[in-house]
């Protein structure tokens, strides 16, 4: 479906995730003119990807969990907003200007208010040899899975902490692949730390799903746990994996395929480029946009809603969407202030419900700093493929942050805009320095959040403004 | 090596990759279908030369850069496979004027 | 601890430059710089070191920077990255092409010959990749470009090398006369004191001017600046275009850069730029029009620094024209990278000696008329 980019519109709403379909289905039910970006050709986002067109239609290998995300689907397509899939935004101004690429041609659309819902991503593992063919994220293995049906054939091996990791490898057994061992690098110590938010875990859904998925995938899988270091090792692709548990010595396995995951941070590109206000989040290790709860950021006319907002989870996301959506009708007038809250209701009751254990399980999966902070010979930064010891000799010439780092590296410079080294860097600043994360802060992002080709950006409509605008010189 | 657990059941698509033809189904990503393929390396990197393959699948590490249909640098996981596409790995730097 | 002589507002390239070369000439320097050295204008410019197309009365001072550049590694340690692989400015048409003869004519006259007019086929010999409609060129061949930020902190090091002191941070909040010197006061409750103050504040220099009773009309800009993936290598000058802006260099990794004059806007006292798609647009088309190989590139990033623009378009350069001991280098609308050596060394004789032998009279602070 392809859909011609209009000039403007009340509300833009980026990511097809639950936040941000729901986000839109909200706002659009009640009257406003609202469009929906998404990267992706099919909605679902990254937890509920190819939703609407997975093969693997047998319910039990996804899970319930999984399948819930189809309700989003329908409340959304009938709600009146505009869907434009396969849709890049690469930039978003604070007066809520978009520029957005959709089949190679580039156009600004201008939004009365806007809506961020692009998620999370998975947490960088700088690993020695995390950049060889054959090493990838467990959320890569997942989306093979749901888009493809596809399993990694041989040697395979998942390698990480947190909740996700135990979720993948049951999807992947039931759908019938293999697992050779899954490495779970969680520090014993996290277990006693994670226990004052005991009762909420207890209280909250999380208990019984995540035993269950733990036990079934120990039934069939060799878990070896405590896991201090690792490493890929290879020539041209992986061949084996190397790991220390705590207090042992260096066992190798073979290896095809080596999956890692360490927990999600949210994606904090397109609201940093935007100049939203972001904190140090200590107990998530990750950068966090400030926002109220109704998702405003630091800057009026900007929304952040679900885990870009910050990490709560698949369900959390929808009903922060919802109050998001409803936020924006108030803010533009369709509802007041009183109708605005009694809507809201139900929803901060489902969203309190929804976060009920995630605490506990944040700081169970709190990953240890061994794999935040690599060792000296290993990539920090993929794409320039700058060290984690080039880094810390530049703090050492008197670098004080990511930033002025960009004059002496080009950490940060690459494709990827930091997404796969920025938390990465500012650790090993902030750990050289002796400061925290939070005063050493994080790469200045600017659009395009994307690379825009020439051509897009050549094909974007002339206005006048650009005659006004030139300096002769 | 990846292989199908399960097939989507729709319509078959050939691309070719260096010139050599392989299968893919409707609804895979260039990337899924070069590693259903068993491709193990899409590129190398214009720094080092070392080679890369996918690693994310969803848009965000860059890793997946190939060459489609004569443009450069796309992103393989975010692009669906079509009948007839040619995809070249990319060697170091782009060059200009493809 | 003795106060200084001299207290530099502003730690870019232009005040780094001062500092300098008044701390080699025995004279007590503190730098007041309100964020960091190189944070804004001086460390994210297009890093042009060109003499080519300059305002006439430029002229003489960048003709003097060039030789310093040509030595910077003497002056400070450092090479800056600066390469001189020339500048060339292109001609699309015969009017334009004619316009630039006039222009190398007019500098000839006035007894510079750093400009050379070259024909299409000499243009073609030095830009191959050129598009085939351009008719010919005015070409500088020692003009070259240099790593903006690397330049400024290079002089920085080699400014505290030599004794300056460089405060970073540390915003002045106030300028006022203390006897006959001066009081400077910074946001952090200090007031510092000297004899004589240099004014190298950038975008913000208006306010320090004021305080001294002076008005000057300086317009914050935010020139734009786009960079491309990395590319084969097929241009080795800086390039300009005579009838449209544009500022393009290819670096030794491949990137292209891409900037020209289009702005965005800004917000000075929050050092936030907001860039503007549609003028990025103009320079994508005028790069597809002149380039054609970079039709398939790639933009990864594109910035917009917050730079000092004056209507007349060059810089105020000089002595106060209201106070004794102080001095003013600020306003290089966008072209004043390449002067940064000079800068300094004309401040440095200003303040020591009481004049110049450099022509500063066009950059006099009250030629903008009443106010």
């Not at chain 1, 101004?93 to 991503?121: D, P």
Request: aromatic share 6%; proline share 5%; glycine share 12%.
């Amino acid at each position: 479906m392809s859909a011609a980019i209009r000039e403007s519109c009340d509300l833009a709403v980026i990511g097809a995730g639950p936040a941000g379909l729901a986000a839109a289905a909200t706002a659009a039910r009640l009257g406003l003119d609202t469009v929906l970006f998404d990267e992706q050709p099919a909605p679902g986002g990254q937890i509920y990807r190819a939703i609407t067109e997975t093969p693997l239609s047998e319910r039990g290998v996804l899970g319930e969990d999984y399948w819930h995300g189809g309700a989003l689907l329908e409340p959304f397509f009938q709600s009146g907003a505009q869907y434009v899939p396969g849709a890049t935004v690469w930039s978003v101004t604070r007066e809520g200007e978009i520029g957005v690429s959709v089949a190679g041609a580039a156009r600004l659309l201008q939004a009365r208010h806007v809506i961020l819902a692009t998620g999370a991503l998975e947490r960088p593992f700088p690993i020695p040899g995390w950049t060889l063919p054959g090493v990838m994220t467990c959320g890569a293995a997942q989306i093979l899975l749901k888009s493809s049906g596809l399993v990694a054939a041989g040697q395979v091996v998942l390698a990480g902490s947190g909740p996700l990791l135990w979720l993948i490898a049951a999807q992947y057994l039931r759908a019938g692949g293999e697992i050779a061992a899954l490495l779970d690098t969680t520090p014993s110590a996290n277990w006693s730390a994670a226990l004052p938010h005991l009762p909420g875990f207890l209280a909250s859904s999380y208990l019984a799903k995540g035993m269950k998925l733990v036990r079934e995938v120990k039934r069939r899988v060799k878990v070896i746990a405590h896991v201090a270091s690792l490493a890929a090792i290879g020539g041209d692709r992986v061949e084996e994996v190397a790991y220390r548990v705590f207090g042992g010595s260096e066992t190798r396995m073979p290896v095809d395929t080596l999956l890692l995951h360490q927990g999600v941070v949210p994606n904090i590109n397109l609201s940093t480029a935007i100049g939203c206000a972001h904190g140090w989040d200590p107990a998530q290790l990750c950068f966090t946009p400030v926002s109220d709860e109704w998702g405003m950021s630091s800057l009026d006319g900007i929304a952040i809603a679900g885990d870009g907002a910050g990490i709560s989870g698949a369900l959390a996301a929808e009903h922060r969407g919802r109050l998001a959506g409803l936020d924006a009708a108030r803010r533009l007038g369709r509802i007041g202030d009183d109708a605005r809250d009694r809507a809201a209701t139900p929803h901060r009751t489902a969203l309190a419900r929804a976060e009920r254990g995630r605490r506990f399980l944040d700081r169970l999966y709190r990953p240890a700093e061994a794999f935040r902070l690599p060792a000296p010979e290993t990539l920090a930064c993929r794409c320039e493929e700058v060290t984690a010891q080039q880094v810390q000799e530049a703090v050492a010439l008197g670098v004080q942050g990511p930033n002025q780092l960009k004059s002496f590296l080009r950490c940060g410079m690459g494709p990827c805009q930091g997404r796969l080294c920025g938390l990465t860097v500012t650790e090993l600043i902030a750990k050289a320095r002796g400061v925290p994360p939070g005063a050493v802060g994080y790469y200045r992002l600017r659009p395009p959040v994307k690379p825009i080709t020439l051509a897009e950006l050549a094909s974007l409509p002339r206005g006048e403004a650009a005659e006004k605008a030139v300096v002769r010189g | 090596m990846f292989r199908r657990a399960k097939e989507a059941g729709t319509a078959r698509v050939s691309l070719s990759v260096d010139g050599r033809p392989i299968a893919a189904e409707a609804g895979d990503s260039v990337a899924a279908a070069l590693l259903a393929a068993g491709i193990t390396a899409c590129r190398t990197t214009p720094v080092s030369g070392a080679p890369r393959a996918p690693y994310c699948m969803m848009g965000v590490c860059f890793e997946c850069l190939v060459t489609i249909d004569g443009i450069g640098s796309r992103q393989a996981c975010l692009t669906p496979v079509r009948d007839g596409m040619r995809i070249e790995t990319q060697q170091g730097r782009r060059e200009a004027g493809r | 601890m003795r106060s200084p002589d001299v207290i530099v507002i502003g730690g870019g390239l232009h005040g780094c430059s001062a500092a300098l070369h008044l701390a080699r000439r025995g004279v007590k320097v503190q730098v007041l710089e309100k964020d960091y050295a190189g944070r804004h204008a001086s460390g994210v410019n297009a890093g042009g070191v060109r003499r080519l197309g300059r305002h006439v009365a430029e002229i003489p001072l960048s003709v003097a920077s060039m030789e310093l550049w040509h030595r910077i590694r003497d002056l400070v340690d450092d090479d800056c990255g600066f390469e001189s692989n020339g500048q060339v400015k292109v001609a699309e048409n015969e009017a334009e092409l004619a316009l630039l003869a006039q222009r190398v004519a007019e500098a000839r006259a006035l007894g510079f010959s750093h400009e050379e007019l070259i024909d299409r086929q000499q243009m073609r010999a030095v830009l191959p990749a050129v598009a085939e409609h351009c008719t010919g060129a005015i070409y500088c061949r020692d003009d070259g470009a240099a790593n903006p930020y690397r330049t400024t902190l290079a002089f920085r090091r080699a400014a505290e090398r030599a004794g300056a002191r460089i405060a970073e941070g540390v915003r002045v909040t106030g300028v006022s006369r203390e006897g006959r010197g001066w009081r400077v006061e910074t946001a952090d409750g200090t007031a510092h004191r000297a004899a004589v103050i240099v004014n190298c504040a950038g975008a913000w220099a208006d306010r320090v001017a004021a305080a001294l009773g002076e008005s000057a009309p300086v317009l914050p800009s935010a020139f734009m600046l786009m960079i491309s993936n990395r590319l084969e290598h097929f241009v080795k000058p800086v390039v300009g275009a005579a009838g449209r802006p544009l500022s393009f260099k290819q670096f030794a990794n491949g990137t292209v850069l891409i900037g020209g004059g289009y702005k965005g806007s800004l917000d000075r006292d929050a050092n936030w730029t907001e860039l503007d798609f549609r003028g990025l647009a103009e320079s994508a088309k005028t790069v597809w029009d002149l380039f054609p190989i970079m039709r398939g590139a790639q933009i990864m990033r594109a910035w917009a620094g917050i730079e000092a623009r004056m209507p007349d378009d060059i810089p105020v350069l000089g002595p106060s024209s209201t106070e004794e001991g102080a001095f003013h280098a600020f306003g290089f609308s966008g072209h004043g990278f390449q002067l940064g050596p000079i800068s300094g060394a004309i401040m440095a004789e200003l303040v020591v000696t009481g004049r110049t032998n450099l022509p500063i009279e066009p950059f006099r602070i009250n030629r903008f008329g009443a106010s």
